[in-house]
Structure formats: structure tokens, C-alpha cells
């Protein structure tokens, strides 16, 4: 079957980094998401990989590997706004997305 | 600002009601989707579609039917909701085309309560 695995819940530090992980078993691949989920609100986008390596976008970086199934988030200089829920979605060979549970991240000050 | 609209935030219905959820984009987006969020669970797909009149099964059909009248609109119906489905409704579209960088554009949500 298809999954993918992040972690539940992660805490962090105000002005520090956090790195969230996914991992994903996928009937083939056509790109990895990770959208920011607050607490009663839409899911928003944050980034798309579909190639190897690191993509930066401001505080946030998102990283991929195919080879070995896995991506990561990472937030650097971390805000009180940053607590949120982040999912990983991965897009299948038949263009399908499978989502992840999602990671709930508390900020403390 | 708001670009996908759900009609409603919050249901409450009682068993064996009909239910209606709706949904508006004004993007001119081709494609639209309706998931389930549970907690602990990733979104789990219902139905899409991808132009007027077209629908497809997601992952969970059962117990759910949908309609696209027109290309902004696509509602959700439960025909007898059952407790089961007290869920979280997420509305989303993206434009025409498939692709894996297409993203997409979420709606605040439907929190729907079955009692």
C-alpha cells in the first residue's frame, strides 16, 4: 500500500530550527508538497520538490530524496505564527496525492 | 481576498438528515476536490472533478454524491448522514491540467457534527 509517515507532534523553541520529516512508500512519484495547516483554518501551500536536493524559500527550506523516499521541512528563526500543522503530500504515478497525517508544531517563547 | 468559499464553518445535522455542503471558487479553476480531515489521519479524497457535469470517486465515495452545475461550484451531499461522517469538509481546486506542480488552493472548511 501507499504511506507516508511524519511525526505526530514536535516542540521548538522561538528563534531556533526545527527540521520535520516525512518519509513515503508511493506507487511512483510525481512531486512532494508541504502545505501549513493553522489551527481552524485552509491548508496553504508551502513548497513543491519533484528533483533531488534542497529548495529555499525564505525562512523555510524544504528538501528532497527520491532514492530514499524522504523529504524534509525546515524552519529556521522559528515564529510564535509558525505553530501550525505541516503535511506532507506526496503525488503518485497516477497523479493522485497521498497526504500524511500532518505534524503539529508548538512554538514556545 | 477569498478565493475558495465554503458556505458553511460549522453543522450540526442529526442522523438521516440530508446534508449539503457548498463550495465556490471564483479562480476559474477547472479542477475541484472535496476531502475529509480526521485527526490522525492524512486528507482522505471523496470525490472530484474536472469540468461541469464530470465527477469522479475519490478514495471514500460511500455515502457521499456530488454535483457541478457550473465550473465555480461543487457541492458535497450526504443523502443520510450517519455519525461516522462527523467530520472535518475541506473544499480545494486547482487549474485545469494534470500536473504535479499544480497546487492546490484550499477552502476554510466545513466542521460538520452528526449527532
Known amino acids: 500500500g501507499q504511506n507516508i509517515d511524519q511525526p505526530t507532534e514536535m516542540t521548538a523553541t522561538e528563534g531556533a530550527i526545527v527540521q520535520i520529516n516525512c518519509t513515503y512508500q508511493?506507487?511512483?512519484?510525481?512531486?512532494l508538497f508541504w502545505y501549513q495547516q493553522h489551527a481552524g483554518e485552509a491548508p496553504t501551500f508551502l513548497s513543491y520538490?519533484?528533483l533531488d536536493g534542497l529548495e529555499e524559500k525564505g525562512r523555510f527550506s524544504s528538501f528532497l530524496s527520491r532514492s530514499k523516499g524522504y523529504s524534509y521541512l525546515l524552519l529556521k528563526e522559528l515564529q510564535m505564527k509558525d505553530s501550525a500543522s505541516y503535511l506532507c503530500?506526496?503525488?503518485?504515478?497516477?497523479?493522485?496525492?497521498?497526504w500524511g497525517a500532518g505534524t503539529k508544531l508548538i512554538i514556545k517563547p | 481576498d477569498v478565493k475558495v468559499t465554503q458556505s458553511s464553518r460549522y453543522l450540526v445535522k442529526r442522523t438521516g438528515e440530508k446534508v449539503f455542503l457548498e463550495c465556490v471558487q471564483d479562480?476559474?479553476?477547472?479542477?475541484m476536490f472535496w476531502y475529509r480531515q480526521d485527526p490522525g489521519l492524512g486528507l482522505r479524497l471523496i470525490y472530484f472533478?474536472?469540468?461541469?457535469?464530470?465527477?469522479e470517486k475519490g478514495d471514500i465515495p460511500e455515502g457521499y454524491s456530488v454535483s457541478r452545475e457550473k465550473k465555480e461550484r461543487f457541492s458535497l451531499i450526504l443523502e443520510s448522514a450517519s455519525t461516522n461522517q462527523t467530520s472535518m469538509y475541506l473544499c480545494?481546486?486547482?487549474?485545469?491540467?494534470?500536473?504535479?506542480?499544480?497546487?492546490?488552493?484550499f477552502g476554510a472548511g466545513s466542521r460538520l457534527t452528526v449527532l
Open positions: 479562480m476559474d479553476h477547472e479542477n
Open positions: 508511493t506507487s511512483g512519484f510525481n512531486g
Open positions: 520538490n519533484v
Open positions: 472533478s474536472y469540468d461541469v457535469k464530470m465527477k
Open positions: 503530500a506526496v503525488m503518485d504515478s497516477n497523479y493522485q496525492l497521498i
Open positions: 480545494a481546486s486547482t487549474p485545469s491540467g494534470v500536473s504535479g506542480a499544480n497546487v492546490l488552493t
